[in-house]
């Protein structure tokens, strides 16, 4: 009996062993076969690919809301748009935001960055991810669309780019605190972000996206409510139309900076979030001998 058990002890460590060789030949070999066949290169390939269909169906569906409703008589109407762009945004958190984090926007991927919720080394991916989505989504839009320069679905201050700016630097403020409180706060409920962050971005449309929609009854639009650069630069460069590009990418930086810093002043607390309030459907705990 001795004998047999040794026999398959010694089959076992041989296995072992041998699988133990082939691992490491394996191993060996990885760097033969380049980068894109590491794990981590396709993770981050994902997260590219997750970020420029994102992107994409965000400027098809908030820009094609705007062409539409100018070329067709104001049939989607201004607070449509508004609408159109919250749920888009709201939507592709939901069905992406799990892979890539749902960015969609140069100026977030940065702010992110900057306080270390994001690594450096990423950021111009998906940058240009990002401005990929929006060009072709652009580009979609005026093969389906004849565009005239009246139906230009990006976004040009209308006043002076000083007001365009301020006003940028406003609502891309309070986009990035919302994100900063709904989407790395471990205290918030993390499955309310996509709501919130869409709310916000319906807000700010109502605010300051009038986008000419109103013109011909007196209501003065106020900067076009991008809070994202490559929301403006994707049309501008399939439309060549770069009159203010300048503020869509200066304002949004500025604002979604500016906002991530007030969040991060307030933001330290030691307090788990049921000790800071009791009371909220959301934020009561079930019964310990809840079955």
């Known amino acids: 009996m001795a ?18 060789s082939n691992a490491k030949s394996a191993s060996q ?9 590491s794990a981590a290169c396709v993770t981050i390939a994902q997260k590219l690919i997750a970020e420029v269909i994102g992107t994409y169906f965000i400027i098809f569906a908030g820009c094609g809301s ?38 969609f926007n140069p100026a977030v991927t ?48 209308v006043g002076s780019n000083v007001q365009s700016l301020v006003i940028e630097i406003i609502i891309s403020f309070l986009l990035m605190f919302v994100i900063s409180g709904v989407a790395t706060d471990n205290r918030a409920i993390g499955e309310l972000a996509g709501i919130a962050v869409g709310m916000t971005i319906m807000l700010n449309v109502f605010v300051a996206g009038h986008l000419n929609v109103f013109a011909d009854f007196g209501c003065r639009p106020i900067s076009g409510a991008s809070m994202n650069p490559a929301r403006s630069i994707g049309p501008a460069i399939v439309r060549h139309v770069y009159k203010g590009l300048w503020v869509y990418i200066v304002g949004p930086i500025v604002g979604t900076i500016a906002g991530g810093f007030a969040y991060n002043l307030i933001r330290f607390t030691d307090k ?20």
């Open 29 to 37: 070999s990885m760097p033969n076969m380049g980068c894109c066949a």
């Open 110 to 157: 940065i702010t992110f960055a900057i306080f270390r919720r994001f690594p450096w080394k990423q950021v111009p991916l998906y940058i240009v991810a990002q401005l990929m989505g929006s060009i072709l989504a652009s580009g979609t839009l005026s093969l389906l669309f004849d565009v005239t320069p009246q139906a230009y679905y990006g976004t040009v201050p």
């Open 66 to 103: 705007v062409a539409v409703n100018k070329l067709y008589g104001g049939s989607v109407t201004f607070p449509g748009i508004c609408v159109t762009w919250g749920l888009i945004v709201m939507v592709m958190i939901y069905s992406v935001g799990h892979i890539s984090g749902g960015h």
């Open 3 to 20: 004998t047999k058990f040794d026999g398959i002890e010694e089959e076992q460590i041989s296995r072992l062993e041998q699988g133990t």
């Open 272 to 291: 788990p979030l049921r000790e800071l309030t009791k009371s909220g459907s959301f934020l009561r705990s079930p019964p310990a001998n809840a079955s």
